[in-house]
């Protein structure tokens, strides 16, 4: 299910809890998985469509200010959790000062150099 995975971006697992807003509902639909500069893995709780278009917004710990985010849904797969799936998102549209405090939040992540 990663193989139309294309971004190749570091990312950083999210180990504590990150609710996901969509913006044009002001719902929470799921919690943040892990998160790179070029998209996001989300625990949705939602039922949300698939190759459909959404605006969310989440905080990253220890950031004030939240991140606004426009994302292509690429894929979902149920989890074993019921009612719930993984998602995959691709970043669409995010400001370059955003998306610099997403690659410095994944960044502060990586204890381990990947080769």
Do not use: K
Request: one cysteine or more.
């Amino acid at each position: 299910r990663m193989i139309h995975d294309s971004r190749r971006a570091p990312r950083r697992h999210v180990t504590e809890s990150v609710p996901v807003i969509d913006t044009m509902t002001d719902e929470v639909i799921g919690q943040l998985g892990n998160l790179s500069e070029s998209g996001m893995l989300l625990i949705a709780t939602a039922p949300l469509v698939e190759d459909g278009l959404y605006q969310l917004r989440f905080h990253l710990a220890g950031r004030m200010q939240a991140i606004n985010v426009g994302v292509h849904l690429l894929w979902a797969v149920e989890a074993n959790t019921p009612g719930q799936s993984w998602c995959g998102f691709r970043f669409l549209t995010i400001s370059d000062e955003q998306r610099g405090q997403v690659r410095e939040w994944v960044r502060a992540g990586e204890e381990i150099p990947t080769h």
